[in-house]
């Protein structure tokens, strides 16, 4: 994601990343990871209820995709980090949204390892743009 | 298409202060919702 920021910039898409963590939590994390992005929280997680993202079942939680993922990124060098208690079984996902609150791309996670592709979401910005165009 | 009220989320920064996602907007923005702490 990272490395496609500055095409996300071009098309004036801000990232913003939300985590149910507390924000002492989440301070923490950022130190270490450095992300580019714009990091909130959402510890009551009315957002993730307002976009309807829904806890997963354990079958979900480790489904052989995401023990696949855990296992390259264990492959990679990656090392798991705690950061307090987490909970596995809530469900993460990816908006695209205007300054109204309209949802133009909306990807609910069926479990953890299952993320849109990056060119599905650069394709979503592309159309939105385009449409918006031709409205003016 | 489905919407949202983007001023109800109840939004927090790093510092635990209330910040709204307005804020955070140039055209469109790009919200991730992590699964958990990686």
Redesign the interface.
Known sequence: ?KSFKDE?DR???????????E?????P??EHHHWP????????R???Q??A?KRLSWFRVFSPSTLMLYFR?LREG?R??S?GK???Y???????????????F?HR?QD?ADRPPIEK?LEA?DQ??GS?SEEN | ??????N?????????RP?S??D???????????????
Not at chain 1, 11 to 21: D, R
Not at chain 1, 37 to 44: Q, R
Not at chain 2, 1 to 6: L, N, P, R, V, Y
Not at chain 2, 24 to 38: G, K, P, T, W
């Open positions: 994601m996300f098309w004036g898409v801000v990232i913003v990343v939300i985590s149910f963590a924000p002492e939590r989440l301070a994390y950022q992005f714009v990091m909130l929280a959402d510890p009551k009315i957002a993730y307002a976009f993202l990124l990656k798991f980090q950061y987490d909970d596995y809530q469900a993460g996902g990816d908006f695209l949204i205007d300054r109204k609150g309209n949802i133009l909306a996670s953890p979401l910005i939105t743009s918006a | 298409m489905e919407k949202i009220a983007i109800e989320l109840e939004l927090t920064d790093l510092q635990g910040v996602l307005q955070y907007f140039q055209e469109y923005s790009l919200l991730i919702f992590l699964r958990h702490l990686a």
